[in-house]
């Protein structure tokens, strides 16, 4: 039996226990929690099939009761003996994707970069939409490119066409770009006819992980009138390894901003489900940007009510992005067309100048909330390499 | 043993033999193929546990050689005596909806549609945005909320603002619609990093279904920009209950309309892929509009090649939707938005005056195509009711 050892300052503590699934040299993926430096076989601590599964997607249907009692016993487990082989290093396991993603949903939650992306795509029009402070925008991404961290990513190609350009090119994309977001997972669904009102939030939320959206600008802004964005985003979405259960981050919640004007009543409701998770994002290295979460607009719980209020089924495994974090300073953008201003404005960048993503970049975002024993609890990383684009 | 009839004028014949999923009372969801006014039982008839499955997706991952074979051996099969066991009336049996679906990408392939959308909906500008005629714009739209023909329609709620109104109010729907679309079903993805070339098409594609893109167009017109349709779309999308396999349709390629300017060569292929299918819908048992396929602007094997060219996965049972199909004429318009001029020209439903749909309404497509034969072969339709919101 291993007394499994948690440093005084670890971002994994018993306030946190995330769920991620794992796999040993020539073992099968499945089911385990983070604990300070190691990773709890939980299909082997527990001795339950529904952690043997390769997704969380079993364990997530089942509900919150059951979410609730199982993080209860795995506190007391993991706080006394732990069965030797149900141990091992984080450094020892390879991360697979968590979650079998169902539908995924992007959001646009931030007022600074919808603003912000407003007056870089649409210079000579009111930044932000009329429609953006009466409902949470967003549109639905592609779920079979969503990838966990640690994934290289190819650099996109696509039809590119600047405005001083008569005609569109084909080519890999010359302004591959980043977005830092939060994920949010559903676990419990609702049918076809129903909704989920944002009281109801904790009930069907299983729990969060970081997200990169990975956004090819050139063939974004050529692409996306008048139906949305799409293979400007559809070859890759990026969440780190580690869900952060809801419970987890109840020292984290806060009110949003006041928002004005007051929503309609389905997008309202007595709990704060604001956040407060400040994230990191590194090049190369460099940390070049710190984006705040606690100063998103919409709240993941109106998302999910808005998601849902017109009878849309929400379904185990469905992923919604909050849409990139900026805050209002520079050096809180969440996206490099932000933080260099659609490339007028380079960042240093591990000693050099830098507008958009070079092949070989590595980019890590990472994020950290406020814990219920009075520390920090981290969600890790969401981290990968871009690797140049295929050329047939 | 059973010879099934077929009769003379039958849409279903042995050079159609589209695939389902049916059951009859207390029996499991499994696959069958539709002959006549019979549907033959393949796990029965053909003794294989992949035609047990409870939707197509295992028998499509297989690709296209086994297509190849087992449609010859139905064909075989179907000509001569069949066990009585493996044989149902049509009118015996409930159908379910066909596949899993994986990822949904709504298209806008209709030159007619996407001039009449544009009119209607940004009557101060151009009714064709400078990207349309060089790329297949296109969308993801909610795979959770796919529905077989036959389910029920609620009508949706959500969030309407009139150019008119000062401000955005809460409640059903007040300008209800159909897209009369045709689905193209992937069978044999791609890989993330992969792509699929038009030429390409029929190793990847299984076959097609008649669809209705369900369209709450006050909901979509005040939350479209700048991301696209979300939920006045996500609530619910239709599909016919039969696979018309790829193989039936060879006898209905086409050229597609010239396209000038000539596509970039990524868009570009030897064959032909469009399709000569005649569709019909009925607006309470009044047919009000015949949307001609055959002039659709971009064909499925381009939109599916858009679709991977920047490296996005194709996975079995992804399903794409042309857009709406209107032809040149008023009584050809595929939407009723259009047919009805965003409701400023009524038209004629059984002796009442309609612009939009009123609860009660039924709505069913069908479709035709030329068969191998000399004949016609049938989509069968996709028809649903539409029931008043829910009021909590």
Redesign the interface.
């Known amino acids: 039996m291993t007394v499994i050892p948690i440093p005084a300052d670890s971002l994994f503590g018993v306030d946190n226990l995330p769920y991620g699934v794992f796999s040993t040299d020539g073992t099968p993926a499945r089911v385990g929690v983070r604990v300070g430096d190691h990773v709890v076989d939980l299909a082997a601590a527990l001795d339950d099939a529904v952690f043997a599964e390769p997704t969380l997607n079993a364990f997530m249907a089942e509900g919150r009761a059951r979410w609730d009692a199982v993080r209860a016993r795995i506190a007391d487990l993991v706080t006394g003996d732990v069965a030797d082989d149900a141990v091992h290093a984080v450094t020892d396991v390879t991360m697979h994707l968590p979650i079998a993603v169902?539908?995924y949903?992007d959001f646009?939650a931030s007022e600074n970069h919808a603003s912000n992306l407003?007056r870089l795509?649409?210079p000579d029009a009111e930044p932000l939409?009329p429609?953006w402070k009466?409902?949470p925008?967003?549109?639905?991404?592609?779920?079979?490119?969503v990838?966990v961290s640690g994934t290289d990513i190819?650099r996109?190609?696509?039809?590119r066409?600047a405005p001083t350009d008569a005609?569109?090119?084909?080519g890999p994309s010359l302004r591959l770009d980043i977005e830092a977001e939060m994920g949010f997972i559903v676990g419990a669904g609702s049918p076809?006819?129903g909704s989920i009102a944002p009281d109801e939030f904790a009930d069907h939320c299983f729990g969060a992980v970081i997200l990169n959206d990975w956004s090819?600008r050139d063939?974004q802004a050529?692409?996306?009138?008048?139906?949305?964005?799409?293979?400007g985003k559809?070859?890759?979405t990026s969440i780190s390894a580690w869900v952060v259960p809801l419970q987890a981050l109840e020292a984290a919640r806060v009110p949003t901003p006041a928002q004005d004007?007051t929503p309609?009543?389905?997008l309202r409701g007595d709990q704060d489900w604001g956040l407060d998770i400040d994230l990191a994002v590194e090049w190369n290295g460099d940390t070049v940007t710190r984006p705040p979460y606690a100063g998103m607009y919409w709240s993941p719980a109106q998302m999910l009510a808005?998601?849902t209020?017109?009878?849309?089924?929400?379904?185990t495994g469905?992923l919604f992005g909050s849409g990139t974090i900026s805050g209002t300073e520079k050096n809180q953008r969440g996206a490099f067309i932000e933080l260099t201003w659609g490339g007028a404005e380079p960042v240093d960048v591990a000693g050099e100048q830098r507008t958009f993503i070079v092949d070989g970049d590595e980019i890590a975002i990472s994020a950290t909330a406020p814990g219920a024993n009075g520390g920090r609890i981290g969600f890790g990383e969401v981290r990968a390499r871009v690797l140049p684009a295929?050329t047939d």
Chains 1, 2 share one sequence.
């Open positions: 169902a539908d949903v646009y407003g795509f649409r939409m429609n009466h409902l925008v967003g549109y639905h991404g592609r779920s079979s490119t990838v190819v996109p190609s696509g039809q066409k005609e569109p090119t084909f076809m006819g090819a063939i050529w692409e996306y009138v008048p139906l949305g964005p799409n293979l559809s070859f890759a004007p309609l009543p389905y808005h998601t209020v017109n009878g849309a089924a929400a379904s469905d295929h």
